[in-house]
């Protein structure tokens, strides 16, 4: 569903010509996490056995988790690093894990032990060498695609529509302008609230369902 997402996206946006059919970090993966949504939404309710309905909702809320919460460490993780060269000059490998255990340990706080080998780990991420600054446009697609499936389920008329006009623009116009064409504000704290709000319910659903099971 993801990649095909991206396919679609991709075939959508063609007739804006080859300058501005790609999308921008910010919506590069709307289409395909929306798929994700589609498609997790539909096997919720197809499934019968609480078991494995609470089995794929937990897996679903540790992608999002990995999604937004741990990328919007990495980002500051790759801002810290990017400042400490800037300040402080060539940066050893050592110091590079010392900005990332420290940002690690921000994510984490007391509910795991991290050992001094994890302290390495920064160097297996191939975003942070080949497209910097990328890691944060999951976070940014995971909460914006929350927000709008909420969106879809709240007011589904005409929202299929406005969501493949999205699509269809590609990258020819700004970010907040393609998504206030469906009614909605990026700029404002209460969009990305209602994202978070989604993402609250799914634990508290997955709370609900593991106390019933046992």
């Not at 919460?69 to 990017?82: D, G, P, V, Y």
């Not at 497209?131 to 008329?157: H, I, K, N, S």
Request: glycine content about 8%; overall charge negative.
């Amino acid at each position: 569903a993801h990649e095909l997402g991206h396919g679609v996206h991709q075939y959508l946006s063609r007739q804006q010509g080859v300058l501005q059919s790609s999308t921008p970090l910010t919506t590069a993966e709307t289409a395909s996490v929306f798929g994700e949504m589609l498609v997790f939404q539909k096997l919720m309710k197809e499934l019968d056995d609480p078991k494995e309905k609470l089995a794929l909702l937990i897996g679903k809320i540790d992608d999002t988790i990995a999604t937004v919460f741990r990328q919007i460490s990495m980002n500051r993780f790759e801002h810290a690093m990017h400042t400490a060269r800037r300040e402080e000059g060539e940066l050893t490998t050592e110091r590079f894990s010392e900005l990332w255990m420290e940002q690690q340990k921000a994510l984490y706080g007391d509910s795991v032990s991290l050992t001094d080998e994890y302290g390495i780990w920064w160097s297996y991420i191939p975003h942070f060498l080949h497209t910097p600054g990328y890691v944060y446009a999951y976070a940014f697609g995971e909460l914006l695609v929350l927000a709008l499936y909420e969106e879809y389920t709240q007011r589904p008329d005409g929202f299929s529509d406005r969501y493949l006009e999205l699509l269809s623009a590609g990258g020819s116009e700004w970010p907040q302008d393609l998504v206030a064409k469906m009614g909605l504000d990026i700029t404002q704290p209460d969009f990305w609230n209602k994202g978070l709000s989604s993402f609250e319910r799914m634990v508290e659903e997955a709370e609900e369902m593991a106390r019933v099971i046992k």
